[in-house]
T-cell receptor, first 112, second 113 residues
């Protein structure tokens, strides 16, 4: 077990709604990265948070946003949900400059 | 932009057999990660390679990074049903261990008892 926990594990939302996913990082890790994994694909980098600020972003629209809190936990918010947002959302925690990145178990989002 | 190509896409082996999964990058790899994933679950960290020619082992799994740092292989010796899952290679496209990983599409491994 990695110590990275995500909540909720599953949820179903309607197109157009907003969703918030949560991630608590492993003790000692100050960086959280979020990924989207569509069925049958590898994870795609959404963005990374370091010291409560966004520290790099992948090719995702602004309706994907995030937060990092002083305890290094993080949230991923998605507005105006689209059917294609249905995926497994993964967070990974790491220590800046470190060589380990540990993932949580993921949140399965289904948009109907 | 950097891309990772994994081969094969899927693999079915008899228990006890050895197997190799390859990961090829379009650009130099600054850090190469191997993860295992059970269907629909999180990624389990296996190992990370940084130096050209580096080789690491954990139990029956060995990973290598070639000298030119553009290809890595994952080798499983005497496969067991517990090795079944999806193997993903991930790379840091930037120097300095940024943690902003790109991934291959994954290799699905089935081990027949």
């Amino acid at each position: 077990e990695t110590g990275v926990t995500q909540s909720p594990t599953h949820l179903i939302k309607t197109r157009g709604q907003q969703v918030t996913l949560r991630c608590s990082s492993q003790s000692g890790h100050n960086t959280v990265s979020w990924y989207q994994q569509a069925l049958g694909q590898g994870p795609q980098f959404i963005f990374q948070y370091y010291r409560e600020e966004e520290n790099g972003r992948g090719n995702f629209p602004p309706r994907f946003s995030g937060l990092q809190f002083p305890n290094y936990s993080s949230e991923l918010n998605v507005n105006a949900l689209e059917l294609d947002d249905s995926a497994l959302y993964l967070c990974a925690s790491s220590y800046a400059g470190g060589t380990e990145a540990f993932f949580g178990q993921g949140t399965r989002l289904t948009v109907v | 932009s950097q891309e990772l190509e994994q081969s094969p896409q899927s693999l079915i082996v008899q228990e006890g057999k050895n197997l190799t999964i390859n990961c090829t990058s379009s650009k130099t790899l600054y850090g190469l990660y191997w993860y295992k994933q059970k269907y629909g679950e999180g990624l389990i960290f296996l190992m990370m390679l940084q130096k050209g020619g580096e080789e690491k082992s954990h139990e029956k799994i060995t990973a290598k990074l070639d000298e030119k740092k553009q290809q890595s292989s994952l080798h499983i010796t005497a496969s067991q049903p517990s090795h079944a899952g999806i193997y993903l290679c991930g790379a840091d496209p930037f120097s300095g261990n940024t943690g902003k990983l790109i991934f291959g599409q994954g290799t699905t491994l089935q081990v027949k008892p």
